[in-house]
């Protein structure tokens, strides 16, 4: 069963083991199978930059998507996630 996360103009969608991004004003996707995701959320203010993309070496981050997301909208985010990085470490459809 895929779960989903809409934000700004964009649809996430977790299909057991791959991530897909949608955008709305382009036909192109991006997919990434969960053994090579990498997400990296900062504190920016009242909210936070948030990354997400292809894994590199030790702590770097490839291509992918940048966003900037209020408190709210970092916490569901994490919750959605949570449930690729579950699917990544345990091997499990998510």
């Given at each position: 069963?895929?779960?989903?996360?809409?934000?700004?103009?964009?649809?996430?969608?977790?299909?057991?083991?791959?991530l897909?991004?949608?955008?709305?004003?382009?036909?192109?996707?991006?997919?990434?199978?969960?053994?090579?995701?990498?997400?990296s959320g900062?504190?920016?203010?009242?909210?936070?930059?948030?990354?997400?993309?292809?894994?590199?070496?030790?702590?770097?981050?490839?291509?992918?998507?940048r966003?900037?997301?209020?408190?709210?909208?970092?916490?569901?985010?994490?919750?959605?996630?949570?449930?690729?990085?579950?699917?990544?470490?345990?091997?499990?459809?998510?």
């Amino acid at each position: 069963m895929a779960t989903e996360f809409a934000f700004d103009n964009q649809i996430m969608v977790l299909d057991g083991r791959v991530l897909e991004i949608f955008h709305r004003d382009t036909e192109e996707s991006l997919r990434y199978h969960v053994a090579f995701l990498r997400v990296s959320g900062q504190p920016h203010g009242d909210g936070f930059k948030v990354r997400l993309g292809r894994a590199s070496g030790d702590d770097g981050i490839v291509g992918g998507c940048r966003w900037k997301m209020t408190a709210a909208q970092f916490a569901e985010f994490r919750e959605f996630v949570a449930l690729a990085m579950a699917a990544r470490d345990d091997g499990t459809q998510a």
